[in-house]
């Protein structure tokens, strides 16, 4: 069945350190944000989602705070960045069936005004089942994306370098972004210089620490053919969990191979025929693997396909985060995941910025991979169709 | 297992059906769960099998040997750590970590076995270590005791030692008295400044309170101080640590040979002057000893006992029976200009030196140094012990020049007492801040040699400082300064704190196959 869901409005918060901001003020603010940016208001919600990291009860301390009085369809899916990523997803089937009309999803931490530190709040780490097991272990994402930056490149070769390429492509597009936390164009040798952190990966193949967020309006059809805004249809979302399978795991791919499949399939195309992608940039190696795993090169290949300069808009074959992502552009409550999102339907509708701008092309792709690839995860694809 | 205390981790929280699994890990064994309907072994532990939801399970011993899958190493950590996915031999993967082992080294299928480390409510937790830093371990302790059972030998001949005079109460003589007292040794401490003596004084009382406090119903032995060296008179052994100056140290045993009884032993803590000269000047050269304490003299293990060319047997086995039993590690050696540790280590700095004329930078040596099982590189050192202004005084004395030492020492730089040295450091701290003014002056070095300077590989620093620690290693055992090869691994782990898992320098040497 082809999908009847548009993205009506986009917001990201321009805010990189929001002091003296509250987290309910800054989600008040985006969802405000991305209507405006509609064209509708409060009173035209009656679909909400938000992610565990929303203070209080998630969706009802919101739905209070933001003046959500209209609410029948609510869903606090949390995934990590790719939580609305599944949020697009889940409202997309709400709309499909008549659950709700006008769905506004929202985002927004402050893990720099709050000193919250790398990890996701929201998240009860003491109750983890394999804790017990694993207290030596420090928990943070960069060793577990170290390692699979390690593994990827015993495996196929891949160098530091092509990792950096991944940093520098996203640099060359973070210097048009005015909002971008880091706006200076860095090369591979400067990626390579900078401090390793997590060997094999540098302080710069790291994405940068925001506050922040940002929010998505979608509509049904027929609403989105009043506004005033350019079309832009959701043609396909996948998303899908893959974790360490009692020790049988390996990490050389995501679930992005699953969810990326099963958009595809919905929206009818191949990813022949996108040509620009967000795709989730916790580290440089995350671009690199998910490269493979949706297909836009062959497995083992990411490195070199982003070291060819792919990744660079009007220079390679696929542009991707034109925004600066979030190695240089924003990482808001370290969850990428928004951003993504935003900067995908900016390009569907002509609205990025002119020299990132891809010219002349129909569908874009938004993916995010929540959670460490290293061990559990949840992975969320969409695609999204200038009409 | 290593130098340092363990750390000690998070504590655990149990549940009742891991109960096994604490039990094992007690014991020093890692069990796993298996399924018995599907025959295979999964991690982590949980009743029901994720693999197939049988609640038909039960624990088996693994056998801790496993692979390495894949790892990341955590920069800046107090010990060698790298977050690792381990393969057991079992099959299953599991998230851990590998620690106190060569990380540089590290690679992809490595062996790894579990050991057991405390956690803070006392659990054991089970971590990796590779086969090979094992196998260094095994050695370094095999070396060290090789090296105290040949100490014990001297025993047998020993003279009885019970008063013991320490000349020169500067910072060595003060941790040097700190070492006998804490030993049950009454020491009579001599200076011929009343103020530095004032200051050792109180200085040590304060290190016995902290003693007697620690050690139920001991009250430490007596300390008398005077200016008078005359006073040393009826000592056994009197350790000289004055100035390094041979005029004053020969000045010095000429008084105390006038006082002391002829089989009183005379020792001295030089580290550069040559023992045969000062031993020489001596109407008894036979009761002459180097015994060369390492900074902070109460707590570094090592001591070189100095071997002259006209010392009586006697001599030498009582220097090492006090050694051992003011719980030092005796290593003896032969004369030479600074003995086999310092010779080392001076020839390991020179070539540190070298390499930043042609590209590194300070930081880069001591990070590589550090991941070679040092507790500190050799500029962090040089900044701590003022090794700058000890350079430019040396020379002084021999004429060879050094520009770039000759600069830091002209701006003030140095070391850690003055806050710059080559490194820069926030007013009462002791880590090293990189400086962009020493990475200035270093380039202009490399520019004034003629050297064009180029970006060296972490593998080349590291393999030419532990070429150059070999080559001079060899050196010491080709003139016979040295016994054993094994000594100088001991030397560097007792005395500059050389980390087990690594062996030493000439085990490392013997690794890359350098034996000639
Ligand atoms: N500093 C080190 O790391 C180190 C390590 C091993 C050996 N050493 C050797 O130890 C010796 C002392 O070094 P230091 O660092 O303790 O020096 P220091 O300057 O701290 O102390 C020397 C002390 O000797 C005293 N002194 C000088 N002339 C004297 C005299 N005629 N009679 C009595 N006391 C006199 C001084 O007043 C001073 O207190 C030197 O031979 C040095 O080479 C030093
Ligand atoms: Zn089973």
Known sequence: MRSQTFVAGIFEHPTRKADGATVAQLHAEVALGALADAGLTLSDVDGYFCGADAPGLGVATMAEYIGLDRLRYVDGTESGGSSYLLHVNHAARAIAEGKCDVALITMADTPLASKGGLMLSGVDRSKLPALPYSVAVPALPMYGYGMVARRHMHEFGTTPEQLAWVKVAASQHAQYNPNAKLQNVVTVEEVLASPMVADPLHRLDCCVVTDGGGALVLVREEIARTLSRPLVRLAGAGEAVKHSSGGTYEFTSSAGVRSGADAFAEAGITPMDIHYASLYDSFTITVIVQLEDLGFCARGQGGVFASNGNLVSGVGRLAVNTDGGGLCNNHPGNKGGIPKLVEAVRQSRGEAHPDVQVPNHEFTLAHATGAMMSSYHVAGTTIFQAV | ?516
């Open chain 2, 1 to 516: 297992m290593s130098n340092r205390k363990p750390a000690r981790h998070p504590a655990p929280t149990h549940v009742a059906h891991d109960e096994p699994f604490w039990a094992a890990t007690a014991r020093g064994e890692l069990v796993i769960k298996h399924c018995l309907p599907c025959d295979r072994s999964f991690w982590y532990p949980r009743p029901h099998c994720p693999l197939c939801g049988s609640f038909d399970t039960e624990w088996r011993a693994a056998s801790g040997r496993g692979t390495v899958y894949s790892f990341s190493v955590v920069a800046n950590a107090p010990r060698p750590t790298a977050v690792a996915v381990i393969e057991l031999a079992e099959g299953p993967r599991m998230t851990t970590v590998v620690v106190d082992s060569d990380l540089a080294d590290l690679r992809i299928d490595d062996s790894v076995i579990v050991c057991f480390e405390s956690a803070e409510d006392d659990s054991m937790v089970p971590v990796f270590t590779t086969e090979s830093a094992q196998h260094a371990r095994s050695y370094a302790a095999a070396v060290l005791a090789n090296c105290e059972e040949r100490a014990a030998v001297h025993e047998a001949i020993a003279a009885p030692i019970t008063k013991v005079t320490v000349i020169g109460a500067g910072s060595m003589g003060t941790g040097i008295a700190k070492s006998f007292l804490s030993n049950d040794f009454a020491v009579h401490l001599v200076d011929a400044d009343q103020a530095a003596l004032e200051r050792a004084l109180s200085d040590i009382q304060e290190y016995l309170s902290r003693l007697t406090s620690k050690r139920e119903g001991w009250h430490g032995p007596t300390l008398t101080t005077s200016i008078d060296i005359d006073t040393a008179a009826g000592s056994q052994l009197v350790v000289e640590a004055v100035w390094e100056d041979l005029a004053l140290k020969q000045e010095i045993f000429a008084k105390l040979e006038a006082v002391v009884s002829p089989s009183c032993i005379l020792a001295t803590n030089t580290s550069t002057l040559d023992i045969n000269a000062l031993a020489a000047s001596t109407t008894h050269p036979g009761r002459v000893v180097g015994m060369h304490f390492f900074s902070p003299a109460h707590v570094m293990p090592l001591l070189e006992i100095v071997e002259g060319a006209e010392i009586r047997p006697e001599t030498l086995a009582t220097a090492v029976a006090v050694a051992r039993s003011i719980g030092k590690t005796p290593v003896i050696v032969g004369v030479c200009p600074g003995f086999a540790a310092n010779r080392m280590m001076i020839a390991r700095n020179k070539e540190a030196e070298h390499l930043l004329l042609e590209g590194a930078l300070p930081q880069q040596v001591d990070r590589v140094s550090r991941a070679m099982g040092l507790p500190m590189g050799p500029f962090e050192m040089l900044d701590m012990a003022g090794g700058i202004e000890v350079n430019v005084h040396r020379r002084r004395a021999t004429g060879e020049e050094d520009w770039l030492v000759d600069a830091l020492f002209e701006r003030g730089r140095l070391g850690q007492k003055t806050g710059r040295g080559y490194y820069r450091y926030k007013p009462g701290e002791r880590s090293p801040i990189p400086d962009q003014e020493v990475t200035d002056l270093i380039l202009e070095a490399s520019l004034r040699e003629g050297i064009e300077r180029r970006s060296i590989p972490d593998q080349e620093v590291r393999e030419r400082l532990e070429r150059v620690l070999a080559m001079e290693g060899k050196a010491l055992l080709d003139e016979g300064i040295v016994a054993r090869s094994g000594d100088l691994d001991v030397i560097w782990r007792q005395g500059f704190g050389w980390a087990d898992w690594s062996g030493g320098p000439m085990y490392r040497a013997t690794l890359q196959g350098w034996e000639s």
